[in-house]
């Protein structure tokens, strides 16, 4: 996973991509963890394993997050 944000979004093998798309889909992962790497690393991985390359990097982080991290946001 961390190989994968490494990387920028660039040259990201399928290994990589699983990787970075469990790492959102995955029930036990908090929004705040995900953040965490986000802030050391960039988006750029997430946002290209998730086809969303052309999205502006924090409306894309913001959406991914609510839609697969939606339960930490009900009250």
Known sequence: ???GLRKKGIGLTDDEIDA???LL???AIS???VRRLVADHGTESLTESFLMRNAPSG???EFLLRRHKGQFYRK
Do not use: G
């Open 1 to 3: 996973m961390l190989a």
């Open 20 to 22: 970075l798309q469990h």
């Open 59 to 61: 409306l894309a982080l």
């Open 25 to 27: 889909t995955n029930v």
């Open 31 to 33: 929004p705040a963890f």
